[in-house]
């Protein structure tokens, strides 16, 4: 069963337009979760997190929004650029234990295209 | 900064082989693991380890099994590598006091 979903394989968009990526999640016991951007032959690297008690946070023109109610959370980048092109995984973990390893669920990534 | 480093980039191996991927971090980290990546299925843990010679399965063990023998370095070990078996192969690590996993370059093996 997929905990994490990102429902859109792809997303294109105009430059200097926003581009917003969306994920979902089933597990309610989720309380801190991440976005992590992949260039081709790269692994991931770390973009933004948020934790379950708050609804925003931003960092430069990266902002994710988290619905807990609706179980979505959604990644908005504005203004978009052509560096901005990757594949974007959602992740989810609980963060119940203060130390220890951290199991991170990921979502099936979206690839996201920034057009000139 | 992190640096998670994996031995190889790309790997190509034939059916029936034994394989072996290593990855060591600079960090001092307690926590590593091995992800497979495949396209439409995102990142799946294969296998974490949380201290020196302690290991614990993830979401897809079968096929795989692991090696921690000093903090910095974990193995994943393919012990008969299948076709079904190529993928990226990504290693990451964190310290117990943060969620933010860092990941290596990842190995692209191909099995024959």
């Known amino acids: 069963d997929q905990q994490v979903k990102q429902n859109s394989p792809s997303l294109s968009v105009q430059e200097g337009r926003i581009s917003i990526l969306n994920c979902d999640y089933t597990?309610?016991?989720?309380?801190?979760f991440l976005w992590y951007k992949k260039y081709p032959a790269e692994g991931p690297t770390f973009l933004i997190s948020?934790?379950?008690?708050?609804d925003k946070n931003e960092d430069g023109r990266f902002t994710v929004f988290l619905n807990k109610s609706a179980k979505h959370l959604s990644l908005h980048i504005v203004p978009s650029q052509p560096g901005d092109s990757a594949v974007y995984f959602c992740?989810?973990?609980?963060?119940?234990?203060?130390?220890?390893?951290?199991?991170?669920?990921f979502g099936q990534g979206t690839r996201l295209t920034i057009n000139p | 900064d992190v640096k998670v480093t994996q031995s190889s980039r790309y790997l190509v191996k034939r059916t029936g082989e034994k394989v072996f991927l290593e990855c060591v971090q600079d960090?001092?980290?307690?926590?590593m693991f091995w992800y497979r990546q495949d396209p439409g299925l995102g990142l799946r843990l294969i296998y974490f380890?949380?201290?020196?010679?302690?290991?614990e399965k993830g979401d897809i063990p079968e096929g795989y099994s692991v090696s921690r023998e000093k903090k910095e370095r974990f193995s994943l070990i393919l012990e008969s590598a299948s076709t079904n078996q190529t993928s990226m192969y990504l290693c990451?690590?964190?310290?117990?006091?943060?969620?933010?996993?860092?990941f290596g370059p990842g190995t692209r093996l191909l099995v024959l």
């Open positions: 960090m001092d980290h307690e926590n």
């Open positions: 990451a690590s964190h310290t117990g006091y943060q969620e933010t996993q860092y």
């Open positions: 948020i934790s379950s008690i708050k």
């Open positions: 380890s949380y201290d020196v010679k302690m290991k």
């Open positions: 992740a989810a973990s609980r963060r119940g234990i203060i130390q220890g390893a951290q199991k991170l669920v």
């Open positions: 597990n309610s016991m989720f309380d801190y």
